[in-house]
C-alpha cells in the first residue's frame, strides 16, 4: 500500500500481484490476478479503473 498522510493513510492505493515460476506453475497467474482485480473493484463500489501485475520468474 502507497498512502499521504503521517498517521492516517489518505487516498491510499493498493497493489495486487501474482508471481509464478515459469515452469512447471499449474495456475494461470492472469486469471488469478484478474480474479483479485474485478474483487476488488466490487469491494471499492465503484466503476474506477484496476491496473495488476504478474510475474513468471525462471529462477526460483
Do not use: C, H, W
Amino acid at each position: 500500500m502507497i498512502a499521504t498522510g503521517s498517521q492516517i493513510p489518505k487516498k491510499p492505493f493498493f497493489f495486487l500481484n501474482e508471481y509464478k515460476p515459469q515452469f512447471g506453475a499449474t495456475n494461470d497467474p492472469k486469471e488469478q490476478l484478474m480474479i483479485a482485480m474485478l474483487a476488488a473493484q466490487g469491494k471499492n463500489n465503484d466503476r474506477k479503473v484496476i491496473y495488476g501485475l504478474y510475474i513468471m520468474g525462471r529462477i526460483l
